[in-house]
Structures are given as C-alpha cells and as structure tokens.
C-alpha cells in the first residue's frame, strides 16, 4: 500500500507529539499524570483494560459551558495524516479542500456528497464526540464545530486513493450537551497504522472552512478486541486482520506514547452495528 506507506513517512516527519495537560477542577494539587494518567482507556500495547473503557467521562446534557461532566484532559495533539482533506495539503498539484464544498455538513457521512456518488460498504457504526473545556471544569462547549473523517473497509482515503468519493468526510456543530454525532461505517486497520479517526476541532461551523481556523486535531482509537471481532467476522474486512496482527499500540506512531484521551468506548455487535463514543478535551 504505497499510498499508505507514504502517509507514515509524513506522520513521521510532520509528528508533533505532545504531553497530555491535567484539566480536571478539584483534584488535588499533587496530582500528576502523564500521558497513559487519565481513565482506563488502554495502555500502549493496547492489551490488558483497554477492551471498551474509555479515556474519560461521556458527556451529560445540558447548555453551553454550564454542564460538567466530570473528569476531563486535554485530548492528545496529532497530526492530520496525509489526506486531511482540509486544504492544508495538494492533489496532483491542486489543493483539497473537502471543507469547502456545499454538503460537507451533514450526519451521515457513509456516500459522497455534492457532484459525487457513491456510499461505503461496511459495518454501521455510530459516533459520538463530546467536547468540553478543560479550563472550565469539563464544561460542555456547544455552537463549536467537528469535522471527522477514516479510511473505508479496504483501508484507502476518499479523495485521494479513491480519487472519485468523497465519503467518510464530514463537520457537525455541537450540540447544547457539546455532542456531534455521525452516522458511518467502522475503518479498516491498514498496514502501518492502528484503526483511528480524524478528528479537528473548530471555533463554528463558518469558521471549518480551512485547516488555518482550527484549534485542536485529535485520533480516536479503538479498543483491539473489538477491531478483532469486526474483522474476523464482517465482510470485506479480511485484509484488517492480517495488518491489525503486524501493528500494536507500543509501535503505531501516533499511538505510543499512550491513548488515554483518544481511547473510545464501543458497544455494539456486527449484525446489529456500533456504537463509538469519546470525548474530546480542548482548552479555551
């Protein structure tokens, strides 16, 4: 998968990884965490408690900045990958931009939008990200925008390995309980990579126009039994199985310095879909 292979090599040279910041009110000052202190979200080899726990406190409903929910970091820092989509990178010299385009707005992210057709095959699979501030006692933020965006079941990137898709692209604005929610298909494991999401974090909906606007880019990762489970038994995921085995926490690139703010939960089964939540912690 040379396409992939080139995208490692750009996460390698573009990585500015991070420490995770405590932002939790009322824990006591001597508290210390580093990057693996926050929840039960997985350790870096992605064994042992990691199964569906996830890295912090799902979000409860209620307005904007007045609601906490808890126990909070500031999500892990990460690169966008090499087919953001977001205008900050180039296709056969011309510049993506899916953030651009009437219909990137929308829910249900499984077929192309605008000129294009097209839907992906694969498990259902409901997302939910919650967003809160960290400097405000895990307060939900609503009126802020999302865009998220994963591989497909084969494992390629719309727009760039399929150059005639735009699917599994797509920006909601949080809710009054900070939440957006997307209705997919759950990613492949490609070789190189454990199964994430895209994640950027923008101010509002008119301002997720270009990667110049955003405040925060994140990955969700996913517990290893359950990615083991989908592609032992869905369809079209049997390519998943041989790269999930050659790839672990402890040697993803983004992923080994620990997953505990991108660590999601998941329920669900493959006859009747998923459920993937997480939430995501940004300092403002």
Same mark, same amino acid.
């Given at each position: *998968?040379?396409?992939?292979?080139?995208?490692?090599?750009?996460?390698?040279?573009?990585?500015?990884?991070?420490?995770?910041?405590?932002?939790?009110?009322?824990?006591?000052?001597?508290?210390?965490?580093?990057?693996?202190?926050? !929840?039960? !979200? !997985? #350790?870096?080899?992605?064994?042992? +408690?990691?199964?569906?726990?996830? +890295?912090?406190?799902?979000?409860?409903?209620?307005?904007?900045?007045?609601?906490?929910?808890?126990?909070?970091?500031?999500?892990?820092?990460?690169?966008?990958?090499?087919?953001?989509?977001?205008? $900050?990178?180039?296709?056969?010299?011309?510049?993506?931009?899916? /953030?651009?385009?009437? +219909?990137?707005?929308?829910?249900?992210?499984?077929? @192309?939008?605008?000129?294009? $057709?097209?839907?992906?095959?694969?498990?259902? %699979?409901? &997302?939910? &990200?919650? /967003?809160?501030?960290?400097?405000?006692?895990?307060?939900?933020?609503?009126?802020?925008?999302?865009?998220?965006?994963?591989?497909?079941?084969? +494992?390629?990137?719309? &727009? =760039?390995?399929?150059?005639?898709?735009? =699917? &599994?692209?797509?920006?909601?604005? %949080?809710?009054?309980?900070?939440?957006?929610?997307?209705?997919?298909?759950?990613?492949?494991?490609?070789?190189?990579?454990?199964?994430?999401?895209?994640?950027?974090?923008?101010?509002?909906?008119?301002?997720?126009?270009?990667?110049?606007?955003?405040?925060?880019?994140?990955?969700?990762?996913?517990?290893? #039994?359950?990615?083991?489970?989908?592609?032992?038994?869905?369809?079209?995921?049997?390519?998943?199985?041989?790269? /999930?085995?050659?790839? @672990?926490?402890?040697?993803? *690139?983004?992923?080994?310095?620990?997953?505990?703010?991108? *660590?999601?939960?998941?329920? !669900?089964?493959?006859?009747?879909?998923?459920?993937? @939540?997480?939430?995501?912690?940004?300092?403002?």
């Amino acid at each position: *998968m040379d396409d992939h292979d080139k995208g490692l090599a750009h996460d390698l040279d573009t990585l500015g990884r991070r420490r995770v910041l405590l932002g939790a009110a009322g824990l006591a000052a001597t508290t210390l965490l580093t990057v693996w202190g926050c !929840g039960g !979200g !997985g #350790d870096s080899t992605g064994q042992a +408690g990691s199964a569906s726990s996830s +890295g912090s406190s799902s979000g409860s409903s209620g307005g904007s900045g007045s609601t906490s929910t808890g126990t909070c970091a500031v999500s892990a820092e990460e690169t966008q990958g090499p087919f953001p989509a977001d205008g $900050s990178n180039t296709i056969n010299g011309t510049v993506s931009n899916a /953030l651009a385009l009437t +219909g990137i707005v929308r829910s249900d992210i499984r077929s @192309s939008f605008g000129s294009l $057709s097209g839907t992906a095959a694969g498990v259902p %699979t409901t &997302l939910t &990200l919650t /967003l809160v501030n960290v400097n405000d006692s895990c307060a939900v933020l609503s009126g802020y925008a999302i865009y998220v965006w994963h591989c497909d079941r084969d +494992g390629e990137y719309s &727009l =760039y390995g399929v150059t005639d898709q735009n =699917y &599994l692209r797509g920006v909601q604005e %949080t809710d009054a309980s900070g939440t957006v929610t997307f209705t997919t298909i759950f990613p492949a494991c490609y070789s190189g990579r454990m199964p994430h999401i895209h994640i950027e974090v923008y101010r509002s909906e008119t301002t997720a126009t270009s990667y110049t606007n955003k405040l925060k880019t994140t990955q969700l990762a996913f517990p290893v #039994d359950v990615c083991e489970t989908i592609y032992s038994t869905a369809a079209g995921y049997s390519q998943s199985v041989t790269n /999930l085995a050659q790839i @672990s926490f402890a040697t993803d *690139m983004v992923f080994s310095d620990g997953t505990a703010t991108e *660590m999601s939960t998941v329920t !669900g089964s493959v006859a009747d879909g998923y459920t993937v @939540s997480l939430q995501v912690g940004i300092s403002v």
